[in-house]
């Protein structure tokens, strides 16, 4: 038997991880049960796997403003906020009106109407887009997008950023968490799908790049450019922490994308609407020629979209195909306009502002007072704690921080009235019902969290 030495905080992370995992086991008897009977009907006991827990995930039961209660009643400030989605808090007044207003009046008619066009209206207003079209899910938006961008290069190669997610169609399957071993055998990291159920041969329609390597992108153009249709990227990697883009990375894809002909999407899913009112496109002031959007645009409802340049978005209908039943759904669209024009105003992206400052000082202050090997990153509604010393700057990176710190905080915070994500690939995200009381709430937890597990 191998014994891999491990230093202190490793070992006492470990160690408070196994204590506060016990006690979260013991004061959930509800989601247990209620895990017992999901199982019965669902594989993992739950609607999607990115839901599932070991050994049974926490089940919530409601939300009003920052607050989450789970099915044994326990309260929780929100920090997961539906991975990203509730920019808007739970249950926010804007929404419920905007929602009972419209079920008054029928919830589906698969026909355009006003309110999508007046959502259509506003995405295209702040994201700078000449047309846009609706989906159900950032899956489906990455998908179309990537569809459009093909159909209009008559080019099949996709290429993305090492580690990157982008929903779970099988084009963007590749590269998604290559691992170690994968990454020493660089084909090999390219080559394995995140599934089983994906075709081997689809391996070719997909080649990786790191992020924030300008130079790996233009040897591959130069090599392969007239193959490639699309590149795309999340402008801030928001799957494995936060991970921002190096100065003028972005503006450097902008560039090599236009001389090699390649359409640039950016994927705005995560960004869009939370690390400015305008998303990435705004806050680094790069415009991409299409962008993906879900998750915080709907205001809490299943509601994507992508859009972009005339002359791309303009072939869609003249051969090339995008659809489906529910885009534009009434509900959807009304909570999505509600959230865009009455709930995310300038005003609330300044007080994700001042509210990540609070939130990312606080947490910077605990690290450094027990000498943490970890850093914090702030965009306002978004950020996160990594457990590694210097920022993040690409998936080979995140590799090298530290999981047991990770899992030992979440357990500690979540058994302190924290609602967090779970898994160090994801970051907390802020509501405009977010207060500073809730903010204290958090940086008191987890620099309970650094004095007992820091020197
Ligand atoms: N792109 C990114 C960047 C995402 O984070 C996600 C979901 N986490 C998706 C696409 C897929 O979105 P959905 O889960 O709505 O299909």
Redesign the pocket.
């Known amino acids: 038997m191998t014994v891999t030495a491990i230093d202190s905080v490793t070992a006492r992370a470990r160690a408070l991880f196994a204590a506060e995992h016990a006690d979260l086991l013991r004061r959930t008897p509800a989601s247990k049960a209620m895990f017992e009977r999901a199982s019965r009907s669902m594989p993992l006991g739950v609607a ?1 796997s ?1 839901q599932a827990g070991s050994p049974y995930p926490i089940y919530l039961a409601s939300g009003r403003g920052a607050q989450v209660w789970d099915v044994d009643g326990t309260a929780y400030i929100d920090y997961h906020n539906g ?2 989605t509730m920019a808007v808090g739970h249950a926010h007044p804007a929404i419920v009106e905007a929602l009972a207003r419209t079920a008054q009046r029928g919830t589906h008619f698969a026909v355009t109407t006003e309110t999508a066009v007046a959502l259509a209206e506003e995405l295209c207003r702040r994201f700078r887009l000449d047309l846009v079209r609706f989906t159900n ?6 998908m179309d997008a990537i569809r459009v961008a093909r159909g209009v290069t008559g080019r099949d190669v996709v290429c993305k950023i090492e580690g ?5 169609h099988d084009t963007v399957m590749f590269s998604v968490v290559p691992g170690d071993a994968l990454l020493r055998d660089g084909t090999a990291a390219n080559s394995t799908p995140m599934s089983k159920g994906i075709p081997a041969e689809m391996a070719k329609w997909t080649v990786a790049v790191p992020f924030n390597d300008l130079g790996a992108v233009e040897a591959l153009f130069s090599e392969r450019g007239g193959e490639i249709a699309c590149l795309i990227i ?1 402008p801030v990697m ?2 494995i922490g936060v991970v921002l883009p190096a100065d003028g990375y972005l503006a450097g894809l902008r560039e090599l994308c236009t001389r090699f002909g390649v359409v640039l999407i950016f ?1 705005e ?2 960004c869009g609407a939370t690390i400015a009112a305008g998303g990435a496109i705004e806050r680094f002031g790069v415009q991409p020629d299409l962008a ?1 959007f ?2 915080a645009i709907g205001g809490g409802l ?1 509601l ?1 979209a992508f859009g972009g340049r005339e002359d791309l978005m303009g072939e869609i209908g003249k051969g090339i195909a995008q659809q489906g039943t529910f885009n534009g759904n009434p509900l959807a669209a009304a909570a999505g306009l509600a959230a865009l024009t009455e709930v995310l105003t300038p005003a609330a992206y300044v007080r994700f502002a001042e509210l990540g400052s609070r939130l990312a000082d606080g947490c910077r202050k605990a690290i450094e007072a027990a000498g943490i090997a970890a850093h914090v990153v702030d965009l306002g509604c978004k950020g996160c704690v990594s457990y590694r010393t210097a920022p993040l700057t690409n998936y080979r990176d995140f590799l090298d921080t530290n999981a047991d710190l990770f899992d030992a905080s979440w357990a500690w915070l979540v058994n302190r009235g924290i609602f967090m994500t779970p898994g160090n690939e994801e970051q907390w995200t802020l509501s405009v019902q977010h207060d500073e009381a809730d903010i204290d709430h958090f940086v008191d937890a987890f620099g309970g969290f650094c004095e007992a597990v820091g020197r």
């Open positions: 999607s990115f991975f990203g899910s950032g899956t489906e938006a990455t990157s997610y982008h929903g779970h999340e928001m799957n994927d899913v995560k993906c879900a998750k299943p994507g």
